[in-house]
RNA sequence: GGGCGGCUAGCUCAGUUGGUUAGAGCGUCACAUUGACAUUGUGAAGGUCAGAGGUUCGACUCCUCUGUCGCCCACCA
């Protein structure tokens, strides 16, 4: 009796995962200074976990991130590598601030800024924003992540903070960052400026109105926002629009509604001649291009559309204070009036929208904070082995650069082209945003100084003070992350959160502090940077340029990027569709093995994965089939269960009295440890899990343990085996494969235990020949058996085939006579036996099982048609193939391997056909 | 408007530089059940690889075009 058969005949998740997760964290092997002394000496891996968002709680994309880079972790830890898996959150700021006002706004409050105040308003908000980091820390742990909570970081703690207000001087001290009165994409409902890559698109339709300022103006325009055009300093057109030929260069005076406006007339190649009048109305406060336009032409700017969304005093007394929509209807209103519209026509159109929030973004003029990605600056060292120290570069070269050199490799291929484009289209980094909440900039102003700053001077904007800060112009500047004492103000602005999140592979190994340096040395640049494609800009960019910037190195060498998880129908997750998927409720259900499974499995790199609940019920069952397998495994072995193998590969030859059936499953183990490994290096975790779960259920389950059942005295092979493929599964399914591990007495932590290899010098047989040995074997034992259970037990398990087989040797004889039928039957999966002089009838196939399932009588008719059909379906295929090795082009052009290979599968069917015919001359 | 990707069995997806009769899981159907596992086993059915051309001895794979679905970028004002 052992021990083993108390064990229950299901494997319940939940109740062993919270016990196993808190003894691996207990015994320190998270963190890499305690892995065992084989770690030690192991190559460093690192691998910096993409920050969750302090928002709230994880989704299914966050669990398929955990999910993937444990896998790398585990991996590479039982491969004898030094692992760092850093776990952090990220603050957010934008998302966080919102979300938090939202929230303090159903609570009743109407303007949660204004009724709180900045320190106030901030409290709650990093309240919020720890409450969430707490849960994100337990659903972390769910997932079973084996990250180092001992150097956990956040993007908005102390020393990150540091390390973002030593990348601002630097940046400034280089020029890169730069102070600059500009268009800017401006949030009037958050009142915050946003970056490009914040402002989305959303499609609607919009009046196109052509008209002239005036009556008396020369030229009609066109345009959807006819309420800018207080704004307008000029009209282009197309250089060699003849149309407006003479009257380039004037400068003209119109009444536009009311107010009084100058434009230049000028001649610019932005202009499509095709569009509208091919005029264009130029407002260069209120529109990038135009912006861009006014540059070339040095035109002035006049603001007409102020923060709050509502026209200001230049767009004339009869139009300030009204909103841009009130205002725009009244403009079509007087144009119309005066006779001035010559056409109203609806045009669909792209509305730039606020990420967060989704209200329209305005374009305004502002003094902010930018990264310039084109200026050339002296590079601080040699960087990326191309730069020396002191030579010039822009940052879009380095990003460029970094990918394009193949220092960093990104999985998969095609998001190469994606990040090029990016690149070229790449614009300068608008850093500083109107919210509270994120890094303070590190800037500060003190007024009333003597000298005036021209630089920083445009026309008719209002000049001389920003809005923002009060400030005046004539305001002395400086960089510092402390008070600068008295008079001294520190810009109220905050940085892009992305500032942050650019810097966190060396951030979190603790850039800038000098102590660092070694880990830094150790760790950097990370291995490989796992994160979802919809953040390769946002954030995987950035990383790049800041790392390339600070230290002349990449930040990660290998990029690999998820997709995104959608629901059974494509759709994205989202709560107001009710189709979300919760990791919290599905591993409580199914196990945490089962979820992680469902998202590694069936899964490509790049490409959206959709995932139903009926998947993971799926993964769930396998769960407990590997506990099935191994719970028969340990019965069969009994006792006290196995001994420990240590982590040397079994010394196949040292085992006595090897069977082919040993032999094969040994080869077979074999070859699945060398492809899974080569798999999951490559990133394959799909393709490596499917490729143990053929070992694990097919050849092991159904064949092998069939035997273990007939042939005893296996115990020390199925004790490597299943010592194999825990450690095989555990990267992928943690909990289960450890807490078998535990139950069956092999020493240690399987989270340490090493990475089996693949044994060599192991004389093997190729595994297509083992194969068909393997499956003799199985027949031999199934008649064993069933005369077994005939003589023991009095069952008939095949009713109608008269045995007349007595012994062993007339078995061996048996085979030996139809060695090749058996061969060519075996290949197809079935096992075939003439044992009547009667005919042919169905012996059996497959497990051990199949004795028992020919208990049905075989129909001779339908195995006649079954046949007949075979036949029919060979045929074609002989006589194609035959004619394709009789062409000459065909033979002289193709592969050896080839040509063999065909005519090995065509003499293979040929004795099928033979075989089968002959057996239909006898039924 | 530019770019990228998908379209392979009823569903979800593999398919490695062109090469031996295109694969898996789920689902369906049939059969089985004293056996580690009903969260099971065996077997079957099911595909002119979106369509059309082209290159080649040979195309799911390469090229061109078309269709279709999706994504990213882009303020024809």
Redesign the pocket.
Known sequence: MSRFEELP????ASSVEDDIYAAWEASGVFDPDKLPERNQKGAPYCIVMPPPNRTGTLHMGHAAMLAIEDVMIRFERMRGKKTLWIPGTDHAAIATQVKVEQLLMKEGMKDPRKELGREKFLERVMQFADDSANTIRKQVRKMGSSCDWTREKYTLDEERSRAVNEMFKRMYDDKIIERGYR?VNWDPQFQTTLS??E???KETT?K?LTFTYDKDFPIT?????PETKFGDTAVAVHPTDKRYKDLVGKTLTANFCGKQIKVKIIADE????????????VTPA??????DIAVRHDLPTVQVIGKDGKMTGDAGPAFSGLTVIEARQKVEKMLGDAGLLKSVVE?P??L?VAERGGAPVE?LPMRQWFIRVNKKFALRQDTLGRWKKGDEATLKELMTYAVESGQINIVPD??K??YF??IN?L?DWCISRQIWFGHQIPVWYKKKVAESHPSLRREGTGEGRNEATGEDLQTEMMVSDTSLGEGWERDPDTLDTWFSSGLWTFSTLGWPDKKAFDSMKEFHPTAVLETGY?IL?FWVARMILMSTYALGEVPFKDIYLHGLVRD???R?MSKSLGNVLDPLDLIPKYGTDAVRLSLLM???P?????LSE??VE?F??????LW??S??IL?QIGGDGVGAHGCAPIEINNIKSKTLADEWILASLDETVASVTQKIEKY?F??AG?EL??FT??DL??WY??IA??EKGKEQILSHILESILKLWHPFMPFVTEHIWKTAGFENNLIISEWPNQSEGFDKLSLEKLTLIKKFEIFIALIT?MRR?RAE?G?E?VKFVEFSITSDEEIKNLINSNLEVIKQLARA??IRCELTPDGWVTAM?????????V??AVDIEKEKAKMQ?ELA??EP?IK??KA?LK?K??AS???A??I??????LE??EG?KKAIEERLGKM
């Open positions: 005949k299901a494997y319940d268009v490009d890559d402002v989305l698109t919009a196109l325009i066109s345009t959807t926002r932005a202009v499509d001649p095709e569009f509208g009048t091919g005029a264009l109305g209120h529109s990038m291009i135009d912006a045009i159109q792209n730039p374009q095609q998001f082209k994606t484009h990016w289209n614009r919809d800009f059974e129908q494509g994205k069936g899964t490509t790049g490409q959206d994965m959709k009926a998947k799926g769930r069952n396998f769960t407990n089939k099935n397998i719970r028969f019965l394959e799909s393709s499917e779960r053929d259920w097919s389950a159904d343990l069939e059942k007939i058996d259970l037990q069952i398990p999966s079935d196939s497959g497990t051990a099982t199949i004795g028992l399932n208990a049905g059909k379906e060979l295929y194609s193939t394709k062409n082009e065909f052009k193709a592969p391997k080839v063999e290979g065909m005519k090995a599968k293979e069917a099928k």
